[in-house]
């Protein structure tokens, strides 16, 4: 065959982005055989056709005439005989051998296509399984994962309660612990759930609340400024020339120092109803935790007793 791998016997065409080349060779008594090859010059497959009908075997599947296009000849070289057979299949060649088209026969019917058997995956994977070997592929790798996060989730668990006062699961992950953990699951967060309980008990019976900081007082030692400061500031721009013989007045000094001490008295009660309102609040939200808590571990129970 060698004296026939001719440019005139290369065809070309381009198949999922690559490059395939079809040689033809005539044989005796009018008929052919067209080896195709990747676009490294490995034979992976061939076809037997009367000489005519495999010439428009390939028109019809898309493959030009190397010849016949001046444009191709500059930028792509022909493979050189002899060629040795592909060790691998593309998806391009998977693609290419589903796709091919036979020429209608003289009645309009269109025959199966008879690939070469000596080129038939070489005992690998049947073609109908290659051409989805990305998508099993990925199903692979999809079930490698859910195996990993499976196992994550049953040897691990959540940050904390979880579980809503509707009985609902925060987080979609802790949602896939409570489903591969079940009752180990259900058992932790009641565990946890009447730790909180007894926690914010004792805090109610003892008045100490960690989760809170006591208000504090606005008066501030080290303020650059204070209110004496800016009604001075002011006074003595209104005042002008008149300002430190008014502000010496023994007058005016008795009632500051007053109204000063009614000042210090007055932070302190404020101080001391912010403090008694701190209180009441901690009391009554630290109430309606425990009944929140109550009702979710009651939730936690339905569970742990449903079958």
């Known amino acids: ?26 044989l005796k008594d009018n008929s052919s055989i067209i080896l195709f090859l990747d676009e490294n010059g490995f034979d992976f497959e061939s076809l037997d056709y009367p000489w005519e009908k495999s010439k428009e075997a ?18 792509i070289y022909l493979p050189s005989s002899p060629f040795r057979k592909a060790d691998s299949i593309t998806d391009a060649m998977i693609f290419f051998k589903e796709a091919w088209m036979e020429p ?22 049947p073609f109908n399984l290659l051409r989805y070997l990305p998508i099993l592929k990925y199903a692979l ?29 925060e987080g979609s992950f802790n949602n896939v612990r409570a489903f591969v953990q079940n009752d180990v699951f259900w058992k932790a967060q009641h565990a946890l ?25 606005f008066e501030n030692e080290d303020e650059p400024f204070s209110t004496n400061d800016i009604v001075s500031t002011i006074e003595s721009i209104i005042f002008g020339e008149y300002y430190d013989e008014i502000k010496n007045n023994s ?22 109803a912010s403090q008694i309102a701190l209180k009441i609040f901690n009391e009554l939200s630290t109430k309606k935790t425990i009944a929140d808590l109550l009702t979710i571990k009651s939730q936690i129970e339905i569970k742990l007793q449903s079958p």
Do not use: C
């Open 1 to 26: 065959m060698d004296d026939y791998t001719q440019p005139e016997n290369y065809w070309y065409a381009i198949v999922y982005g690559k490059l395939i080349w079809a040689v033809l060779y005539p």
């Open 58 to 75: 390939l028109s019809i599947n898309g493959f030009t005439q190397y010849i016949e296009d001046e444009e191709v000849k500059k930028h």
């Open 104 to 125: 209608p026969l003289g009645d309009g019917t269109t025959p199966k296509t008879d690939w070469d058997a000596n080129h038939s995956n070489n005992g690998r994977l």
């Open 141 to 169: 790798w999809t079930l490698t994962l859910a195996f990993a996060v499976t196992g994550y989730a049953y040897f691990t668990g959540p940050d904390g309660l979880v579980v809503t006062i509707e009985g609902e699961i």
């Open 193 to 217: 759930v009447n730790k909180s309980i007894l926690i914010n008990q004792t805090a109610l019976a003892s008045g100490e609340y960690d989760d809170f900081q006591y208000l504090k007082g």
């Open 251 to 272: 007058d005016i000094i008795v009632l500051r120092s007053k109204a000063k001490l009614l000042h210090e008295e007055a932070d302190d009660l404020e101080e001391e």
